[in-house]
């Protein structure tokens, strides 16, 4: 689908479990994420998509199994061999994740700061067009409490994107936002997949958004505690025979009744 | 770090800045200081990009910062830096709206000022008023108070603040009779220690330093606790379901902070006694030698006065945890500055009270 030069993996997950204690949340995930791809993790409300993405972020090591992230694991990383990884990619969290007691353009300078030598004006300019591009042009002087959930979203977007990564993994993007800003973003999204060759690992469980930017998805499912479902959304939409995923894709409760799902 | 792909030459008395190959944000760094300084100076610029390989945002804001006087631009020849540029151009266009700035306006400055204490003064003395009613409306329906949360907050700010209450009330007394020791001995009055460590513990120094123990362990949780309810827009919640946060949040709070600060006082005092009684062993002097002179000398009264100044303590020390709390602002900063508030406030208020009870009682010959 869509972005070119689509077969180098840049992230492998083999046989990876995760489980807090003795609760399980899912075990035996594989899949690949291809270079320049929008590959989206769905599922349920609490089947562990943000667990699997941290785990991605190497915040966590995996219960069992192997993620790979841009050739190699985050264990085998340490010192400035983490830092030099942690620099390729970008992060956006669920809640945005700004530091409070600083502006939004301070927020986004913060990762350039870290890892780059530009002076102070560069790094103002960097996030006053990060910022613009996702809308925040005028409220680059704000503190996160003067903004809104969803502006707070965006500037984490903005800060995610400071350093150009090569992967962005973005929490729940769409949620809690306007459908026109929503669209917007997702956008965005394809615009940087398709212009830059930027990977985009997505967690969210919009359903619009989903079927918009996706190119590929996996689905959790809580019951069955692992993948469901893997493949092109549209497809999964059409064809899936899975009683969760077809319920998924259309909205509806799954046959036999009970469990809502998303 | 590569050779810098950077050439500045002045054709026809333009200056041309000629980057090549790729800049990146490792090469925009080392050629920002040096490129800015050709740049300086020179009228008519030419920024030439033709041969830019391969371009992310710290090489865009490089070029772009270099034409923001006015520039002649030969965009790059290649696609994915051409529309790097043009991506970090369109955020920037969006963003290039300057800074509303802000005027000096002294006179407005003060008033604002002045506007901004009062709406403070008023919203304490609202919620004072809140408080007030609330407790008066307690006192003829006990049983509509959150009995279960008020023994949480028992055991919260009560049973786990013994065992520090025993550490420092032990020490206090042992600190107390020895330094007392010093001057009594010069007169032969050791034994007389026993009832001015008394007194002062059981009237002063237990209810007061139990008092700041309560005010750092539990007015700064009881702020930091529902300054978070607050952010987290749960205050606003229980408005909204028809509950009032007064009767449900703060009542239970100060209640129990009222009715366990008698019994870290009482501890505070009983452990400063026996600590004295150790030390006063040491010097010579058996137990039940102190015990006689306590008898003799303490009174019911010593002890009842302090316990009730304790009250009169918790319910400070509660009620400035809970108003910091909830009148904490926004965001996790807000949380912080409202337990500080907590605790300094509760202090002061606890050092202004017991003067008003030093007076009082002293007036009133107790």
Redesign the interface.
Same mark, same amino acid.
């Given at each position: 689908m869509g972005a070119d030069g689509g077969s180098e993996a840049v992230i492998a997950a083999e046989g990876v479990a995760m489980g807090f204690g003795p609760r399980l949340l899912f075990r035996d995930v594989s899949f690949t994420v291809r270079r320049g791809e929008v590959f989206v993790i769905l599922g349920g409300s609490g089947c562990g998509k943000s667990t699997l993405l941290k785990l991605l972020i190497g915040l966590y090591p995996p219960s069992a199994g192997r993620i790979t992230v841009l050739g190699a694991e985050w264990g085998a990383l340490a010192g400035p061999a983490r830092r030099a990884h942690l620099r390729r990619i970008g992060v956006m969290w669920q809640s945005g994740a700004l530091l409070?007691?600083l502006t939004l353009a301070e927020n986004v300078m913060l990762p350039?700061e870290a890892?780059? +030598?530009?002076?102070e004006? =560069?790094r103002r @300019?960097?996030a006053?067009?990060?910022?613009?591009?996702v +809308?925040l042009?005028?409220a =680059?002087?704000r @503190?996160?409490?003067q903004i809104s959930g969803g502006m707070m979203k965006r500037a984490g977007i903005a800060r995610a994107m400071?350093?150009?990564p090569e992967i962005l993994f973005l929490d729940e993007p769409s949620a809690g936002l306007d459908p026109i800003t929503s669209a917007g973003l997702d956008a965005l999204i394809l615009?940087l997949a398709r212009?830059?060759g930027t990977t985009f690992v997505v967690v969210t469980h919009e359903l619009a958004s989903i079927l918009a930017i996706g190119d590929r998805c996996i689905m959790l499912d809580t019951q069955a505690q692992g993948v469901i479902a893997e493949g092109e959304p549209r497809a999964l939409r059409d064809t899936a025979t899975h009683p969760v995923v077809r319920a998924f894709f259309r909205r509806e409760l799954p046959a036999g009744g009970g469990a809502a799902v998303g | 770090m590569s050779a810098a792909p950077f050439r500045a030459e002045v054709t026809g008395g333009r200056l041309r800045l000629t980057f090549t190959g790729p800049l990146r944000a490792e090469q925009a760094a080392a050629l920002w200081r040096a490129a800015h300084r050709a740049r300086r100076g020179a009228s008519a610029l030419v920024l030439d990009a033709a041969e830019v390989t391969a371009l992310d945002s710290a090489g865009a804001a490089l070029l772009v910062s270099l034409a923001e006087e006015g520039a002649e631009w030969i965009e790059p020849r290649a696609e994915t830096p051409r529309a790097a540029l043009a991506r970090f151009r369109q955020g920037l266009g969006a963003s290039r709206a300057a800074p509303p700035r802000k005027s000096f306006r002294p006179i407005s400055a003060v008033g604002g000022a002045v506007l901004g204490a009062l709406a403070q003064w008023r919203e304490k003395l609202a919620f004072l008023g809140e408080t007030t009613l609330a407790g008066l409306a307690l006192l003829a329906r006990p049983w509509a108070l959150r009995w279960t949360e008020v023994q949480r907050h028992l055991d919260e700010a009560g049973t786990r603040a013994v065992p520090l209450c025993v550490l420092l009330g032990t020490l206090v007394g042992v600190i107390l009779a020895f330094q007392s020791s010093i001057p009594m001995r010069k007169f032969g009055a050791e034994i007389f220690i026993p009832q001015l460590v008394g007194i002062s513990l059981t009237r002063e120094l237990g209810p007061l330093l139990g008092a700041v123990i309560l005010a750092g362990r539990t007015g700064s949780a009881y702020a930091a606790e529902l300054g978070t309810m607050r952010v987290n827009e749960e205050v606003n919640a229980l408005r909204v379901m028809g509950l009032d946060p007064v009767a449900w949040l703060v009542l239970p709070r100060v209640v129990a902070a009222m009715l366990v600060m008698p019994v870290i006082a009482l501890v505070m005092s009983l452990t400063g006694l026996i600590g004295m009684a150790i030390v006063m062993t040491m010097l010579g002097f058996p137990p039940p030698a102190v015990i006689a002179q306590l008898a003799q000398w303490m009174e019911l009264g010593d002890v009842a006065g302090g316990l009730g100044k304790a009250a009169a303590f918790g319910l400070a020390v509660g009620y400035i945890g809970c108003h910091a709390g909830l009148s904490a602002g926004n965001g996790p900063r807000a949380v912080g500055d409202a337990a500080t508030a907590a605790v300094v406030g509760g202090i002061i208020a606890l050092v202004v009270l017991d003067g008003i009870f030093a007076v009082l009682f002293f007036r009133l010959g107790w």
């Open positions: 409070g007691s350039i890892h780059t +030598g530009l002076p004006e =560069a @300019l960097i006053l067009s990060k910022l613009g591009l +809308g042009g005028d =680059a002087d @503190l996160p409490a400071a350093l150009d615009s212009q830059t | -």
